[in-house]
């Protein structure tokens, strides 16, 4: 996992997220330490601030035009279970009369709350449960966008920005008690395949759109300069100052984002808390599920390496063939989960399916290096052969036959 810088927006109590695993030799993480790596920025608000709110910890930047086409996306964990008042994180204007928040409604949900409209979106109900909240504006509609999943459209876009603030809402008087990571602001409308192409993975200048981006902020700890300014990562410049800072203290993130090794970050995917039991997203042939709801320390993240060309006899033993579709799994803490791939979307397959017991899921250490089999099929429905109860392991993974039904 990806250790990150978190804005930790709390009302009463300091909240300490828990330690991730050592950094795994395959992947292109961060090679720092822990304690240079994960910064925690403690917003220690007051509970009982429904005014003035002279002492909360927030960030600011100072904007300076109007948009009317733009994507606010970001990572978010409520600081407490079913929180029943409304509390803002993220805020574009200096007043409620113009610009939006984005907050709690006071009913286990998050809301979009902006001059033009107001319109809740996702479950906010459970503290140990990152979502991911993407607003895309633009053609005279407001879409709304919960773990990549298109959950509202409204036919009317706000355009009054004079700020972006972190923390707080447009009254200064509803410190947020929230976690948020990855703040990514763009003056372009982007597709949902685009959200959801780089929701788990930190974003770079091969993204589409890179131009476009006006803020970034990553929440690592070269985010940070001088104590009090959370550097904007965009190139762009638009830093915000951080007031009414307590102090920094250290700690990780449990955000399901990591930068996996970069030929396999092709249709990136994610299993955790908020997927619960249902499957995860495809990735070009490849999904999981688990028996019961993870816990929020634990997830994989999972790509490919884009190659639909079929089978190959290549860095095996005693195997027939394997498909040239890989997936690098990066996991954090304890997995175990159902792997179903469908031959057909993986290898290009138009043939008959054997017994699932002629099929096996391989595992490889590194890229490039000898697969091994890691479990034999269990079942299988039309062309989608079933792996149960696997041990997920941090490497690269493929499917391999037994005979030429691959």
Known sequence: MRLVLILILILSNKIYSQITPATQGIYHKKTSSVSEESFVLDFDNDDDCTSGCGTSFYG???????????????????????????????????????????????????????????????????????????????????????????????????????????????????????????????????????????????????????????????????????????????????????????????????????????????DVESIWSSTETSDSEDSDGLKMSVSSTLAEANFVIFGNNNDNSGTTSSDIVGITKRSKREWHFDKSGTVTADVKIDISDATGHTGSTSAASNYKLLYASCSGCTFVELDTGDSTSGDVVTFSNVAIKDGIYAIASADSNL
């Open 60 to 266: 600011e930047i100072n904007w300076s035009r109007n948009m009317s086409e733009y994507t606010v996306s970001m990572w978010v964990k409520s600081g407490e279970d079913n929180p029943t008042e409304w509390r803002a994180f993220f805020n574009t204007y200096t007043s409620p009369g113009n610009g939006f928040q984005m907050d709690s409604g006071g009913s286990t949900n998050y809301r979009f709350n902006a001059h033009a409209g107001v319109t809740s979106f996702g479950a906010n109900s459970l503290k140990t449960t990152w979502v991911h909240l993407a607003v895309v504006a633009g053609s005279s509609q407001t879409k709304l966008y919960y773990n990549g999943s298109l959950v509202s459209t409204n036919n009317w876009v706000e355009t009054d920005w004079n700020q972006i603030e972190i923390g707080r809402n447009r009254n200064q008087d509803r410190p947020g008690n929230y976690f948020v990571d990855e703040i990514r602001v763009w003056d372009v409308a982007l597709s949902q395949s685009n959200i959801q192409s780089w929701m788990h993975k930190p974003l770079s200048s091969s993204h589409p759109n890179y131009s476009d981006l006006e803020v970034y902020f990553q929440m690592n700890s070269n985010s940070i300069s001088g104590g009090n300014t959370l550097v904007d990562m965009s190139g762009k410049n638009n830093d915000a100052t951080l007031y009414n800072v307590s102090g920094i203290q250290t700690s990780s993130s449990n955000v399901p984002v990591t930068d996996l090794i970069s030929s396999y970050q092709t």
